[in-house]
């Protein structure tokens, strides 16, 4: 079955700056790869999604990348702000078969005003 | 309009009882998805509903845990004589359709066994 691994597991950024996240899968099959925030006390909220048939999808501050040939996939937040400050998850699932997303083990994004 | 809810937001029970999660999963969504997150860790996929039929009841840890769908909108969790490492945050997620497609989660119901 498919495993995605993702790294850091804590990253601790100064307002403005960029932050990247970065996830890894196993399973060549998989074709959807979206992007959780999971903020304290709540259910995870979708930011951001990429399909396999495109290698880079933008929206504002918060930019996702793929690269199918090594089988990785990356989170990329600019401008940070101290509401960006949360835990994120990456995901990954096939079309084919179990239709649930495998996840990432999550990092823990704290932004220093 | 409506995300996904569930309830109760907090459940404890004593080791050894029953209990029934509810998950009310957004109007029109046929995909459902239950998931269990214990503190600290990611998301672990239990059960995985396309209208009232679960094709994939894999990640169902034990025969303890149960869940149905009925009129293809609320799904219920069963988890009969809890045990202490039930206790985590159980997710409920939901979709317009089976594959790749956005899966929006509701607040979890966080349960403690004693």
């Known amino acids: 079955g498919e495993n995605v691994e993702q790294h850091p597991s804590t990253l601790s950024v100064q307002e403005g700056d960029s932050a990247v996240i970065k996830c890894t899968y196993s399973?060549?099959?998989?074709?959807?790869f979206p992007w959780y925030k999971q903020e304290l006390g709540k259910g995870p909220q979708l930011i951001i999604d990429i399909r396999s048939n495109v290698g880079e999808k933008k929206d504002q501050r918060i930019a996702v990348t793929l690269n199918k040939t090594a089988k990785h996939f990356s989170l990329h937040i600019t401008e940070t702000q101290p509401e960006d400050s949360a835990v994120y998850f990456c995901?990954?699932?096939?079309?084919?078969?179990?239709?649930?997303?495998?996840f990432g083990s999550g990092t823990r994004l704290q932004v220093q005003p | 309009g409506a995300g996904v809810s569930q309830s109760p937001s907090n459940k404890v029970t004593e080791k050894g009882k029953d209990v029934e999660l509810r998950c009310d999963p957004i109007s029109g969504h046929t995909a459902l998805y239950w998931y269990r997150q214990s503190l600290g860790q990611g998301l672990e996929f239990l059960i995985y509903?396309?209208?009232?039929?679960?094709?994939?009841k894999s990640g169902l840890p034990s025969d303890r845990f149960s869940a149905e769908r009925t009129g293809g909108s609320v799904s219920t969790l069963t988890i009969q004589r809890t045990q202490q490492e039930d206790s985590a945050v159980y997710l409920c997620a939901s979709s317009f359709k089976s594959g790749p497609y956005e899966q929006y989660f509701g607040p979890g119901t966080r349960l403690t066994v004693t």
């Open positions: 995901a990954a699932t096939p079309d084919t078969g179990r239709r649930a997303l495998t």
């Open positions: 399973d060549s099959a998989s074709n959807y």
């Open positions: 509903f396309q209208g009232n039929s679960a094709p994939d």
